[in-house]
Structure formats: structure tokens, C-alpha cells
């Protein structure tokens, strides 16, 4: 006979079974530190331009290649309270800069870490709270400080150049010049005459598997990863009509009966809709369309008189990609198969299929002819490959509108964050109240950053640490790793065209205090029962009672 286990009386005892509370400080922030360092040291060797990728398959069976650490965190099922906090503040960070989403990580986890040690001193919550509030406020006041590069002009392209090295190469090591060539160049002639509103959505990108990374160019246009439908492959001085919908006959939107009382009726009820099909095609031929560009299915007798006309015809899947396609051409997307007026009608300079290692494409070139969409051909060995690729693009192309913010730009390769901790560290020595321990703390936390560098790269981590603090102290502020070489040794950031993009640090330090801050603030964790179906049946044979029944 089942007997019901006491709770405790109290909270507990008025809560609905199967639901946990937690309280205290083991159980509401030290049991879940230990799982939060546990993710920031898996993440850790993702930082930086020499950080290992990670391997993760998702519940669909979906692989993902990357050290993106939002990517990650937003593939993984975390069930941990502070470990999806931690994932919110990346999502956050990537929504808001496209960039330093490692930085936010990483920061966060190694002032959660600090505060424990506080907490386990014996120090209050409330001074260590008060401590990384004002270390993160005086953090902010001397970041413009730490200025060292402004763009003056975004149509430039080497002063681009120099904006986006650093981002894009800290994604696909090696290959930084040349995609940063390729994604400034793509920013600027997307970007408007006024330098206003840029939009990173009219930069396409599209992934063909084969050659290097170095066979990747960029067209004025659009490239479609599809077949053309008809026997028309190539068009010259191309007049285009984009349609929404399914194109042929509509059909009944009700189930329907006909009846034909002879074959005379049933020949000539198919000639009707034949005739009122190639009808609908004369008078979209009569209004000069040559291309045409559908949404949805392209029906057998509709692409026969498509092709007695010389249409050609592409069908495109996406709905992104057929706004984007009307953008770039200048034509009007229809919801029903009707002529276009002459307002309607998009103009490209040539359209053709091709086809790129064994993948079929149609491209539609502008030709040098200005055009509000470009497209990155990129090539690569593997899907990871191109995928890492890819992400370093989407990075380089949010930093570029990210300056259009703020165009400062800091001194990479560690040299801002260790600037930022010596600062903070003279201002926690001479500090009165307890909340010296929490800016101390916070100053240590910001060293972990280039530390990290430092260990991925295969380097001496307390010689390089040494080091380059030393120069620090000196006043040389712009001093940073040398990530290059199996010596420890220091370069200077500036000189080195090292740069990151001062919003994503200062968004990056505001997140990660923010998110640490709000964890410190938790007294209490109450997590209700999941919802859903029965459990499956396992080996237990009590599979469907409650935890706290016992036989």
C-alpha cells in the first residue's frame, strides 16, 4: 500500500506536488554555479581568433559547427536557471551588436565564480552587488578614454577594411583579409546615399560547397539555388514579373462534380481551360515580360505555353528571397496571376542559369549597373566550413552597421579589458567601504579575457599576464597579446590594426554585470512540475507515480 511522504511544513507544505523550492544560498546560488561554471569553462575555448569550434547536434539531428557561443547556447536544451540567464544575456548581445557574444559569456561566468568566493568570505550579497555596479559604472566612464581609431568615413574601403579585420578573423582564422575585402565591399555599395538606415538583410549570402574560401566573390545581384522550369535559360536585357502564388488555372476552393453527358463535352472542357490559360500568358507576354518568377507550383500546361512564348521561368521557395529578389530588380511581388502593370515590371541586365562545382544556380546580374542587393558566393571544402564562413560574414556585416552608431573603435587583442582592470584594481586599493572587495573582484574578473586569449593560442598564460600588465602599469594602454608565435610577447593593438567596435564592449560589460547582478538578487527558486502527456514507460516499475511515493 503507497504511503505519502511529510513535506516540511511551510512554503513547501502549500505548494502543489511535484513542484521544487529551493532557498538558502547552497541551494539557490552554489549548487547552480557549479553547472554555470561548468558551461563557461566548456565555452572558454571558443574565444578568441585561435578557439576551437564545438560539435553540437540538436533534437532534430541537426549538426552545427561552430564557436558562436550564441549559436551553442541556443541549440542546447539548458534546463539550469542561471545557465539559460546566461543564454539570454548572449541572445541579447547578438540581438543588439552581432558581436561579442563570448565576451558577454565569458564575463559573466568569471564574476559569478568571483562572487561566490565573496559569499563563502562571508561578505552580504548587498556590498557585493553595490561592488560591481560602481566597478562596472566607472568601467563605462573610462572606456571612451580607451579610444584609439574613429571611422571617418564608411564608403572608404580601407578604413572598413580596418573596422572588420578583427571580427571577421576571429571567426575563420586566416582568411580575415580577404572575406573583410569582401563584406566591405559589399557594405558600401549597399549603403544608401545618406548613410543612413543600412540594412544587412539586402546582403545575401549563398553557400556552394566545393573550391576554397578563397574562390568566394561577390555579384551585384541575386544568385538562387535552383533550376530554371522551362526550356529558357538565359535572357538578355530581362523584363520581370514576381509572383507570389502558384501559377496556373485556379482551381475550385469547394469540392465540385461535372458532369459530361458526351466526349464532345469532355474535350471541349478542357480546351476551355487551356484557352483561358494561354490567354493569361499572350497578355503577360504582350507587356514585354520575358522572366518570370513564381512563389509557389508551376502547373504542366501553364509552362508549356511559357515556353511556346520564350519565358523563362524560375520558381523560388523562400518568401525572404522573393522580397529580396523584387528589391534588386525593382519589380512589384503579385498575388494573383494577372498581367503586371508597367509600374510592376523589374529589369535586370542578364539572367541565366548556371551551374558551380555541381550545383545548379540562377543568377540575376546587374552587370555594374547599380543594383540595392549583392550577394556572397561563397565557396568551401565542407558544410562546417562554409557555415563558419557564413557566421563570420553575418558578424562582420552587423559590425559595419553597428558603426554606424558609433564609430569609435578600442584596441583589440586584450589590451582594452586589461586596461579597464588595472584602472579598476588602483580604484578598489583605495576604496574605504566593503565594496573595495567587490571592484577588486570585478578587475580580476576582466583579466580572465585576454587570459583566455593567451591559453588558446598555446601560450605561457602567467608570463604573457605578466607581461603585458607591466606595460599596462607603464601607461602603454593599447598594449595587447601576441597571438602569433610560440614566444610570449606583447604588440601594440593600435598599430597592429587589432580593433574591436567600442558598443559591442561597452553593451558586452553593461549585459554581463546586469545578468550577474539579477542571479546575485535571487533569495528563493520555486519550478513548477512540467506539463504533458504520461511519462514513458521505463525500467523503473513505479513509472507513473510521483517522486515522493513511495510502495
Known sequence: MATHVPVAPGLPQMLKAGMKYFSGLQETLFSNLTACKALVRSLRS????????????????????????????????????????????AETQEEETGDGTNFVILLAGALLENAEKLLRSGLPVVHIRAGYEMACKEALRLLPGLTCHVLKNPRDMDEVLLALQTTVGSKVFGHQKFLSRLVAKACILVLPADCTAFNPDLIRTCKIPGGSVTDSCLLEGMVLCTEAEGIVRRVERARIAVYGCPFGPSGLEAKGTVLFNSAAELKNFSKGEEGLMERHIQAIAKTGINVLVVGGKVEDSALFYLNRYRIMVVRVASRLELQCLCQAVGATLLRSVVAPQPEEIGNCRRVYMSEIGSISVVVFSQDGTTCPVVTLLLRGATKEMLECVDEAIQDGVNVYKLLGSDSRLLPGAGATEMALSVRLNTLGMYYPGSEQYGILEFSQALKTLPATLAENAGLPVNEVMAKIEVQHQLGTQNTGIKLSGEVAGTIDAAKEKLLDPFLAKYRGITLATQTVVTLLSVSEIMVAKKSGGPKPRGENPNWDQEPDTLD
Open 46 to 89: 571558443c574565444y578568441g581568433p585561435l578557439g576551437r569550434n564545438k560539435l553540437v547536434v540538436n533534437h532534430l539531428g541537426k549538426t552545427f559547427h561552430t564557436s558562436h557561443a550564441a549559436t551553442i547556447l541556443r541549440e542546447l536544451e539548458l534546463e539550469n536557471p542561471v545557465a539559460c540567464l546566461l543564454r539570454t544575456a
